[in-house]
């Protein structure tokens, strides 16, 4: 069942998001469930992975889910990263919404030093999501974490 009406009024675009309004929208839910149909929503929200970047090298392995995520960096004098993915899942197109909304458009470094358990604790995200849908999260953290410090190794590279 998904809940549009209610929770799609709340829901800010998710492309202008921040972290704190996420954190925001997750508070004026009630329940594991209206947040779980929140997460729908922004699924719904994330915008499709063109095909050519559902490749095998952009592929994450140990999600439940078929799970692709594309990184680039900008050309800025401070690089910051932007990243793509999407899923066959609608409930794991809103947890990468997720982590889009706290990775992209930030620089290697912010990256690197962003807590995101933190961030999934006040979500309630390691609370509610079961054993499989959290070992993907995180496999989706440490293939972001891992672009990230190869990102941050190649800046200082002559």
């Not at 919404?97 to 290697?108: D, E, K, Q």
Request: charged residues 25%; glycine residues 6%; proline residues 3%.
């Amino acid at each position: 069942m998904f809940c549009h009406g209610k929770l799609s009024r709340l829901m800010q675009p998710m492309a202008t998001m921040t972290v704190d309004e996420l954190l925001d929208e997750f508070d004026e839910l009630l329940d594991w469930e209206e947040r779980c149909d929140y997460l729908i929503d922004l699924g719904f929200e994330l915008p499709k992975m063109a095909d050519e970047y559902k490749t095998d090298e952009n592929f994450v392995h140990g999600c439940q889910s078929n799970v692709w995520l594309y990184a680039s960096m900008s050309d800025d004098p401070t690089p910051v990263m932007h990243l793509t993915a999407d899923s066959d899942a609608m409930i794991v197109r809103g947890l990468i919404a997720v982590l889009l909304t706290v990775y992209s458009g930030r620089t290697a470094a912010e990256i690197l030093d962003t807590d995101i358990n933190e961030i999934f604790e006040k979500l309630g995200l390691n609370t509610h999501l079961s054993s499989t849908r959290r070992n993907g999260l995180h496999g989706m953290v440490q293939r972001v974490r891992a672009l990230a410090a190869q990102a941050a190794t190649d800046r200082r590279e002559p």
